[in-house]
């Protein structure tokens, strides 16, 4: 009897064991046809853009995932210098790029300026303002700017009003917006006059007319920087990323949303 009860209890003990080792197995081995998760923060006028460049590189890189997170390029620098888990950085102005490079979040090797922009000035399409050049802003009741210290359009919309005198005379009818998409909106919408936006904004709007571009001596150089964030988890990965960016099919693809080849 009791070496019945001595062989039930090694087969159990064995039984045990084996589950045992085939659950740490389990947690070992990677996930079957797992992808590796990249985060791009990138400014919002590279939406368009960026999302025809994911679909060709995820096409050809069937193991990356890219996921955006779209804002304001000084919102996007205040949330990774605060932590946030970003792979990379796609900046429309050089000084919150810079930011991140001397806080030692991202080495100036690992960047360069990609793209350049250009600003300017839109209506809707029905505007009975007579407003047909950047000086005829004072005809208007109501006009939308990125917000200048979070915004580079705003801060680009705000250098150029001031250069031409003009920033004193209207700033009572300024509308700031989150983002230069928001701007944009307003202008569509008629919940305001006139707005200044980025040239690749305005291409894609069939509500707003482009009036004039601001000169380029008005306002700092309109740079996109991009980057790789330090001590990445999938530096592999972002560095596959980062290189497609920059290859002759993703610049003729901001070429074709109005970007400016800087390469």
Do not use: W
């Not at 008005?218 to 980057?227: E, F, K, M, R």
């Not at 074709?256 to 080849?261: I, L, S």
Request: glycine fraction near 6%; charge should be negative.
């Amino acid at each position: 009897m009791k070496k019945t009860y001595l062989m039930i209890f090694l087969m159990m003990m064995l039984v045990m064991a084996g589950a045992g080792c085939s659950s740490d197995e389990t947690e070992m081995k990677p996930q079957a046809g797992g992808k590796v998760e990249l985060t791009v923060s990138a400014a919002v006028s590279l939406q368009d853009a960026l999302n025809d460049i994911k679909k060709s590189f995820e096409k050809e890189n069937a193991n990356v995932e890219v996921h955006y997170n779209f804002g304001a390029s000084g919102a996007l620098q205040q949330q990774i210098s605060q932590g946030a888990p970003v792979d990379l950085f796609f900046s429309a102005a050089e000084d919150k790029f810079d930011k991140l490079i001397e806080e030692d979040l991202i080495e100036e090797k690992n960047g360069i300026d990609l793209v350049g922009n250009d600003l300017v000035l839109v209506v809707p399409k029905d505007s009975k303002k007579g407003i047909g050049s950047l000086e005829d802003l004072t005809k208007a009741d109501k006009i939308s700017i990125g917000t200048p210290e979070s915004v580079p359009a705003g801060q680009y919309a705000k250098q150029t009003l001031e250069n031409m005198n003009l920033f004193k005379e209207v700033e009572d009818r300024l509308v700031y917006a989150k983002d230069v998409r928001q701007v944009l909106t307003y202008v569509e919408t008629g919940n305001v006059d006139a707005g200044l936006v980025y040239k690749t904004d305005a291409l894609n709007s069939s509500k707003v007319e482009v009036i004039a571009a601001a000169q380029g001596d008005l306002h700092d150089p309109i740079i996109y920087p991009v980057g790789m964030i330090n001590n990445l988890d999938h530096s592999k990965e972002a560095k596959l990323f980062y290189d497609y960016l920059q290859t002759e099919a993703s610049m003729e693809i901001f070429e074709k949303y109005g970007f400016k080849n800087l390469k």
